[in-house]
Each structure stands twice: as C-alpha cells, then as structure tokens.
C-alpha cells in the first residue's frame, strides 16, 4: 500500500525555521520524481519545490528560493522540506507528492499525495 505521510508543521514565528518530513512506504522514493507542494487559505495549490528522479536536481519556485531546502534520505524513504526565514505569506498546508514515473524531470503531475500538514507564519 502506498502511504506518503507528512509531518513537522506547527505554528512559528517570521524569521524562524521549520523542517517537514515526508516518509514514504509501499514504494522507494529515489525512484521517481518527488516534490512538495502547498495550499495557502483561497488560494490554488502550487508546486514549490521538486527534485527530478532523471538527474537528481532540485528546483524551486522563485517564491521560496534561497530560503526553502528539500533534500531526501533514502536509507529513510524520506523527504524533506527545510524552510528558514519564514514569513506570514508561508502559511499554507503543505503536501509531498510523486509522479510515481520513473526517469522524470519537474515539474511533475503528482499520482500520490501525502494528506498535508499545516504551517503558520504568525507573531
């Protein structure tokens, strides 16, 4: 059974960091092409951040650039989202997701969706 579970959301203040985690199982997550996306109140969802399973690269969305890390732990089947220097316009639910498609590239059209968990930004 394919699971992708977030966790690490919370209420933080401007300026602080917060780390998500992404723990996959029913499939190995360096397979395919992995990202994390968010939903922030009236708001579509977006992609903001991927790493291609063709070559391994990651890419960010400008608005999360320089301050937004993800990176994964194979021995862990986990991903993660390493977010500094955050601002109130961060607040969103965010989802890990996979295209589930071997040798792609970002940005990708998610298969699987983990059930999002939910970040503030907020003094």
């Known amino acids: 059974q394919v699971q992708l579970v977030e966790s690490g959301g919370g209420l933080v203040q401007p300026g602080r960091s917060l780390r998500l985690s992404c723990a996959a199982s029913?499939?190995?997550?360096?397979?395919?092409?992995i990202g994390w996306f968010r939903q922030a109140p009236g708001r579509e969802r977006e992609g903001i951040s991927c790493?291609?399973?063709?070559?391994?690269?990651?890419h960010y969305a400008d608005s999360v650039k320089g301050r937004f890390t993800i990176s994964r732990d194979n021995a862990k089947n986990t991903m993660y989202l390493q977010m500094n220097n955050l601002k109130p316009e961060d607040t969103a639910v965010y989802y890990c997701?996979?295209?589930?498609?071997?040798?792609?590239?970002?940005?990708?059209?998610?298969?699987?969706w983990g059930q999002g968990t939910l970040v503030t930004v907020s003094s």
């Open positions: 997701a996979t295209d589930a498609e071997w040798g792609s590239s970002c940005p990708m059209t998610p298969k699987w």
């Open positions: 790493i291609s399973s063709s070559d391994g690269k990651a």
């Open positions: 029913g499939f190995t997550l360096d397979f395919y092409t």
